[in-house]
């Protein structure tokens, strides 16, 4: 892996972690961003959700009846710098007339539901809209000219049904990619899925070159496809005017005996974080190194979401019972809105803006 080293305002320096052999600069005195702690602050959260009409019910958790508020009042806190607050009306301006996609699973959805209520909260009266044909779901912001697209896929790479069944194919992104041209911002993610096993994963093979398989290693299949999404973007992203950034790999929190709590159930009732900057349980090395290599091929630069050390840190973060399924299914992998995900948008927007 290649670190991409570069400054941000006078006051603060940090790393950005960038994967490619090229465009690589030094920064003196830099700070890991993604490597700190969560602390109490009575200003969060960054919105009132009950303003944001455009959470899906599965991350609505205020909605959903959830009864306690702390969990919205925490700040990520980098170790040797600070993170500057997500300020919505530079974010327009910055990106006025101009377009975003986020591509992905429902982990993508959980971030870019984020990214509108943080957009559409910022300045009052703004007039917004939200439609969605098919996979794909558009929300504009006319009086800046904002387009901010949404591409329901789960594996960036095609899901195609034939006479044999589905099949997964590892080195193609044909299917949908054309819908993923035009912009200037753009998030991928995919990793979720990978692990689901029958009944609940959408394909019967998985294609690699002219060979089908019934079933194949899912942390190999998973860098396989990530190495064919990163072949596309080198081969049609012109990065000169657009930025592309991978979203890492979200955690959730089913094993309460992990933080040792072993009678809780799952991550329900978690109102607060893991105190300091050290998860007590695993972090998914493996997974994050498969990640790493696989756009440590793409030779145009990609900036790499980190997400997953800081998010472990939040088992108070998830919906539990306050999901789609209510108290039927415990929900310990995707994020209250607003929450976690803020965060993330938090970072994106800092990245954006320092670079």
């Known amino acids: 892996m290649t670190y991409f080293w570069a400054s941000g305002f006078s006051s603060i320096l940090m790393l950005i972690f960038l994967v490619g052999l090229k465009n690589t600069k030094i920064c003196l005195g830099c700070c890991n961003l993604y490597k700190g702690s969560w602390v109490y602050d009575p200003s969060y959260p960054l919105y009132d959700s009950s303003k944001c009409p455009f959470i899906e019910r599965a991350y609505d958790c205020k909605k959903n009846g959830r009864p306690d508020t702390q969990y919205l009042k925490y700040r990520w806190q980098p170790t040797g710098c600070d993170l500057p607050r997500f300020n919505g009306r530079q974010f327009l301006k910055r990106y006025q007339g101009k377009s975003i996609l986020a591509v992905g699973d429902s982990l993508t959805r959980d971030q870019y539901f984020s990214l509108l209520c943080l957009l559409s909260t910022s300045v009052p009266n703004l007039k917004t809209t939200l439609t969605r044909v098919g996979m794909l779901s558009t ?24 006479a044999e069944g589905r099949i ?43 060979k089908q398989y019934k079933d194949f290693d899912r942390l190999e299949a998973f860098e396989k496809a990530v190495e064919t999404w990163g072949k596309w973007v080198d081969a049609n992203v012109d990065t000169n005017k657009t930025k592309v950034f991978f979203q890492g790999i979200s955690p959730n929190h089913y094993n309460p005996a992990v933080w040792g709590e072993p009678k809780a159930n799952k ?34 630069p990609v900036t790499l979401l980190d997400i997953t050390g800081l998010s472990l840190l939040r088992k108070d973060g998830h919906p539990s019972i306050y999901g789609y399924g209510g108290a039927r299914g415990v929900d310990c992998t995707h994020w209250c809105i607003a929450g976690v995900p803020d965060t993330w948008n938090q970072i994106l927007y800092y990245l954006l803006v320092s670079s």
């Not at 929300?139 to 034939?162: C, G, H, M, Q, W």
């Not at 193609?172 to 990793?191: E, Q, R």
């Open 168 to 210: 997964l194919d590892l080195a193609s992104v044909h299917k949908d990619a054309g819908k993923w041209s035009g912009f200037d911002l753009m998030i991928f993610n995919t990793f979720h899925w990978w692990s689901y096993r029958p009944p609940h994963q959408p394909w019967d093979y998985i294609k690699i070159g002219n």
């Open 267 to 300: 991550c329900v009732n978690q109102t607060t974080p893991i105190l300091g900057s050290k998860y007590p349980g695993q972090y998914p090395t493996r997974e994050m190194a498969a990640l790493k290599r696989a756009l440590s091929k793409i030779k145009k």
């Open 139 to 162: 929300f504009t912001i006319p009086e800046y000219k904002l387009k901010v697209v949404l591409d329901r896929n789960a594996y960036l790479v095609d899901l195609v049904d034939t």
